[in-house]
Every structure is written in structure tokens, then in C-alpha cells.
């Protein structure tokens, strides 16, 4: 889509936007969210609701219960309703080019939040997420030096398959710490990024290795599934954050909880807050045609229990985790 063309379609919309914000009742934006696996992804769905109504957009959401077809049908949905932008947090990254092209045929600009996807990028206006391969890296950076140069067996709770998340997590996870002799990643498996999950593939994980006698680390990619990890290790007579040590990402307030009782060891913050810098990125573009970096990196930070993990755990309860 040309300059041209793109002013063109913020001119036909220009009585939807005040010169600082968008008009009250004017702006129509369909949410296509995976689900609610996850601590972190309540909180982004509450988040972007707030930050929908800070703005006066009417948001039309839809949880597509973690499957890829009901986010397809959700997404013609929007189409048809001919709301003015959409936003989705997509499941898996392959599938998608087809209805994008349909969104892009209709100008209706779409904004990937928190997950990519394999499509060509001029079928979407950006994409608001963490550096997923660095969430990974500062995970693995973090084992690497608390372990030193004692051997250390790791088992990976992956998330869903076919994920960015997990794919990248789990990439930038492992160069980190395989480049060191003493590290070994001794078994990998998906929990589906799910509390529920990460407690059966921990219990299978502890069940193969000696009762978890063999295992120094578990690495999972998001907080969910290290909680359930965190349950198992308990049920098998071990000490988690102690005999066995845990490092996640997501930054929700149940791994500060964990950390309060000594039983997680690091954390990697994912903030819930995508909508926000992906609303003023649409609100430029609706605007007067400015167009957004594709890929806009929102901060990941490192926790462990020497940072006021109580003070995290309070602070994080009044966003909707």
C-alpha cells in the first residue's frame, strides 16, 4: 500500500480521530485473543480493554479458546463487520496468509500483538511484542552464571507448538547455555504454555530422571507452566528453587509468590501492555499515514528474589493477571 493510498484511507476515516486521541464511538477495533492459558495472557486481555476505553475505542473481542480456526473466523468476522483495524494474538505463526490478505483488501490495517507470524510483513502494519530470542538468552545467561562451572542437567517445558514464543524462547535459551560444556539440555517437551501441563510434563520429566535426583534446572517458557513444574517438584519430596532450580519468563504475580517462598529463582518480565504502544501506532497511521516500525520491541527484564519480589507480587495484582 502506497503513501497515497494510505492517506486516503485516513481522510475517509479522519471523523473518527481528534488531533491527540481517537473520538469517542467512532473507532471500531476488533481483538482476536488466543485464550486464557495463561496468568499473562488474562492480563493482556484486561490491559487491552483498559487501554481500549482510556482511548474511547469500541473493542470487540474474541477468544478464540487457543485454536487457530476460531481466530481465522473471528478475524472474517471483523472483516465484515468492517471495523477499522484489527488486532490478534496469534496462536501458531504459519496459516495466516490468507485471511491478512482478505484484511488488506478490505483497508482494514492489522496489528500482531506479542506473537509473529510467517506471512509477508505487507500484510500486516506492525507488530508490538518482546524480543522473544533475548527473553530466551537473558534466561539462559542468568543459568549459566548461577550454576558456574558445576555440571547441570536442565529439562525445557516448551510452550504450543509451532508458537513464536516457543520457538524463540526457546532458541535463544539454548545457544546460551550450550555454549557451556557443563550445561546439558537432557529432555524437552511442550506444555502448552499451561499451569495444568507444565505439572504433568514436570511429573514425567522427575519420573525419567531418578526421581528428579538428576535433574539441576528446569527451564520453562512462561511462569504458568514453572508453577506447575514448582507443584510437581513438591509432590516428588524435592525442594524447588533449592534442589532443583527454576527460571521462566512472564514476570506474573504467582512466580513473585513462588519466589517470596524460595521456590523460583528468575523470572524474565513480559509486559501485558501491547495495546497500548500498538493503539498509538494506529492512531498515527489513521491519522495522517505515518507508518510504524514493523517490529515494535517492548522491554524484558530480569527478576530473581533479590528484587522485592513481594513488592512485584502487589504491584502486578491490580492489572487483571
Not at 36 to 60: C, F, H, N, P, Y
Not at 220 to 239: E, R, S, T, Y
Not at 261 to 267: F, L, R, V
Request: proline letters at 4%; hydrophobic letters at 45%; one cysteine or more.
Amino acid at each position: 500500500m502506497n503513501i497515497i493510498t494510505k492517506l486516503a484511507i485516513a481522510a475517509s476515516l479522519a471523523t473518527a480521530l481528534t488531533s491527540a486521541s481517537f473520538a469517542a464511538d467512532k473507532l471500531v477495533v476488533g481483538f482476536s485473543q488466543i485464550g486464557s492459558e495463561s496468568g499473562w495472557r488474562a492480563a493482556e486481555t484486561s490491559v487491552t480493554k483498559q487501554q481500549a476505553a482510556d482511548r474511547g475505542i469500541d473493542l470487540k473481542f474474541a477468544d478464540a479458546q487457543q485454536k487457530q480456526e476460531n481466530q481465522i473466523k473471528a478475524i472474517r468476522g471483523f472483516i465484515a463487520q468492517g471495523v477499522n483495524a484489527i488486532l490478534v494474538a496469534p496462536v501458531v505463526a504459519t496459516g495466516w496468509d490468507d485471511v491478512l490478505k482478505e484484511a488488506k483488501e478490505a483497508n482494514i490495517p492489522v496489528i500482531l500483538l506479542d506473537r509473529g507470524v510467517d506471512a509477508p510483513e505487507d500484510l500486516y502494519l506492525t507488530s508490538v511484542a518482546s524480543d522473544q530470542v533475548k527473553e530466551g538468552t537473558v534466561a539462559g545467561n542468568w543459568l549459566v552464571s548461577a550454576v558456574g562451572d558445576a555440571p547441570c542437567k536442565v529439562v525445557e517445558i516448551e510452550g504450543t507448538v509451532g508458537s513464536t514464543p516457543a520457538i524463540n524462547r526457546k532458541k535463544g535459551f539454548d545457544e546460551a547455555v550450550l555454549a557451556h560444556a557443563n550445561i546439558t539440555i537432557i529432555r524437552s517437551q511442550t506444555g502448552e504454555f499451561t499451569r495444568a501441563k507444565g505439572k504433568e510434563v514436570m511429573e514425567g520429566f522427575l519420573k525419567a530422571e531418578n526421581g528428579g535426583a538428576d535433574i539441576c534446572a528446569v527451564y520453562a517458557h512462561n511462569d504458568d507452566m514453572a508453577v506447575g513444574a514448582i507443584q510437581a517438584i513438591k509432590d516428588a519430596g524435592l525442594k524447588p528453587g533449592t534442589d532443583i532450580k527454576v527460571v521462566s519468563i512472564d514476570g506474573v504475580p504467582d512466580i513473585f509468590s513462588a519466589m517470596v517462598a524460595g521456590e523460583a529463582n528468575a523470572s524474565v518480565e513480559l509486559t501485558p501492555n501491547m495495546a497500548g504502544p500498538a493503539f498509538d501506532a494506529l492512531a498515527a497511521y489513521l491519522k495522517d499515514g505515518t507508518v510504524p516500525p514493523k517490529f515494535i520491541v517492548t522491554e524484558s527484564k530480569l527478576y530473581t528474589p533479590a528484587d522485592n519480589p513481594q513488592g512485584e507480587y502487589d504491584a502486578r495484582k491490580g492489572l487483571g493477571y
